[in-house]
């Protein structure tokens, strides 16, 4: 099925581009003023994502809240990480999305056409953006989590686990329920 995108001249905004939907799965972002149209995750990827967030929202405290796949503020560019830890008093109007300033961790779950945007250039805009934590979720078997946190104005990784109970600062992952069995 064809993406049809409404006529639109020039750069798009960070505001016309949260008021974007698709109707067949389809992920918009927003990447210095250009529209970017990524083909919707596949099952394993959603199955971790999904799996993750019902982890970290078990231990999220009243202050945060984790989030799934909502527009995030970078630059000029609005990104759509997979899971976000956000303050819960940021001040969020419906459907505009989050700044990056509210955003304290972006998960991304790498799915096979995302490898570069997942592991190169979506770092670098969330670095300079100032978000603290970044975590990228490799899905091989088994998956892999590397945690990364800003040190100056890039991200260093600091953890690095494929199997059993990790602790990244106040947050527990359990790596072996993020699959299915």
Request: charged share 25%; proline share 8%.
């Amino acid at each position: 099925m064809a993406v049809v995108l409404p006529e639109h001249d020039g750069p798009w905004t960070f505001e016309q581009f949260v008021q974007l939907e698709s109707d067949n799965g389809e992920r918009f972002e927003l990447v210095d003023g250009a529209l970017v149209v990524t083909p919707p995750p596949d099952n394993r990827h959603q199955a971790i994502a999904r799996r993750l967030f019902r982890q970290l929202d078990a231990q999220c405290p009243p202050h945060l809240e984790v989030v799934y796949e909502v527009a995030v503020r970078v630059g000029r560019s609005g990104r759509v990480p997979d899971l976000a830890i956000v303050r819960a008093d940021a001040p969020i109007a419906r459907g505009l999305g989050y700044a990056a300033s509210d955003v304290l961790l972006a998960v991304e779950v790498v799915s096979p056409s995302s490898h570069t945007n997942d592991r190169i250039t979506k770092p670098a805009q969330y670095a300079a953006a100032g978000i603290p934590s970044y975590w990228r979720i490799e899905t091989d078997e088994p998956p892999e989590l590397v945690a990364m946190r800003l040190v100056g104005d890039v991200y260093a990784e600091h953890v690095r686990a494929t199997v059993g109970v990790v602790q990244i600062g106040d947050w527990r992952v359990d790596l072996d329920a993020l699959t299915p069995d």
